[in-house]
């Protein structure tokens, strides 16, 4: 006996519902999986937000990356892996507005060196890592404070010092955003590493981190914090600009103070590998070169130490492709590079 209409309206409109039901199941699993992981990281790295609005768009944004990370390291294609960090519920551009911190130099102050003390250098190793002859302090971590520029100068303060006087000392970043003022370094707003120095031979040393401790946000100059130097440089010079192996040759005998574009997504969330993504070269970014070395497999690569903390990257610092073919090298690391000398 054959249904009435309506009977067959009813069924199909059942069936209908089952199917919706189904694939509504289907799509709030992943985002029930997802909340869970959301939970999880804010209760890992101590975040918590205003109200609801805040935590929805922030999970949004965390959905995102998480889907993103998942995705390239789901695919396989480079020699380098991503991770959920602590930078997952930030934009792309809130984590540039807080994270990196280096002026792009002006045309005037991109001369052409005159003085570079290590040009006739012929005998290079193979490799260099400072961090295992004790030149090189435990990774820091700059917050919020857009202040990399000040991290990247004391690092190679640190290195040069030890060097020179065989005591490995950490030293104030805080007193570089707190008193440089002189220069057009700007505290957390960026600043220059060639400037840093600058101040330091002007300002007759740095001081101790635990004298003039760092504290994430500028503040007034501590004079009395200052007054105590136990870290002096008589000078700067800037490598080659467009040369890794003038680079090389630099790194080999000392730290140095390198600028890079930091900005991507693959940036933010590297984790391990050597790093060989696609980045441009606006130089928005200081960090510290601590050596050089090469994998089993023939890939070259800088070491670098960062100021994002020891949970970014592999401990706080990554290796970046070294001899491409761009004369810049990756991501611009051998552009506008300086050291300080003593």
């Not at 999970?59 to 930078?87: C, D, H, M, Q, T």
């Not at 003039?212 to 130097?229: A, R």
């Not at 994002?308 to 990756?330: P, T, V």
Request: aromatic share 10%; glycine share 10%; hydrophobic share 35%.
């Amino acid at each position: 006996m054959a249904l009435p209409v309506t009977c067959k309206l009813i069924l199909g409109a059942l069936f209908m519902l089952e199917i919706w039901v189904s694939q509504s199941k289907a799509r709030t699993l992943p985002d029930a999986s997802m909340v869970e992981k959301h939970e999880q990281w804010m209760a890992r790295y101590g975040r918590n937000y205003k109200d609801d609005v805040e935590k929805t768009k922030r999970f949004e944004i965390f959905r995102e990356n998480v889907e993103y990370i998942e995705s390239f390291n789901g695919a396989g294609v480079r020699p380098y892996k991503l991770a959920i960090n602590n930078f997952a519920d930030l934009t792309n551009e809130e984590f540039r507005a807080s994270r990196i911190g280096y002026k792009l130099r002006s045309r005037s102050k991109l001369s052409e060196v005159s003085l570079f003390r290590y040009a006739n250098v012929t005998a290079a190793p193979s490799s260099v890592d400072w961090r295992k002859k004790g030149a090189v302090t435990g990774v820091k971590d700059q917050g919020q404070c857009g202040c990399c520029w000040a991290f990247s100068a004391v690092a190679a303060i640190e290195g040069i010092n030890q060097l020179k006087t065989g005591n490995l000392i950490s030293l104030s970043e805080q007193e570089l955003v707190d008193c440089d003022t002189s220069t057009e370094n700007e505290g957390c707003e960026g600043g220059l590493f060639e400037d840093a120095f600058k101040f330091i031979i002007k300002n007759g040393g740095l001081t101790t981190e635990s004298n003039y401790p760092y504290e994430g946000v500028k503040g007034i100059c501590n004079t009395k914090k200052e007054s105590s130097k136990v870290a002096k440089i008589t000078g700067y010079e800037d490598v080659p600009a467009n040369s890794e192996s003038a680079l090389l040759k630099v790194v080999a005998n000392q730290l140095v103070s390198v600028s890079i574009d930091a900005r991507g997504s693959d940036f933010k969330f590297y984790s391990s590998g050597v790093f060989t993504g696609e980045c441009g070269t606006e130089l928005h970014h200081a960090a510290t070169a601590v050596g050089y070395g090469e994998t089993s497999d023939g890939t070259k690569y800088w070491l670098v130490k960062n100021s994002w903390g020891s949970g970014w990257g592999e401990g706080g610092y990554i290796r970046m492709q070294r001899d491409i073919d761009a004369k810049e090298g990756l991501c611009g690391i051998a552009m506008e590079a300086s050291y300080p000398t003593t």
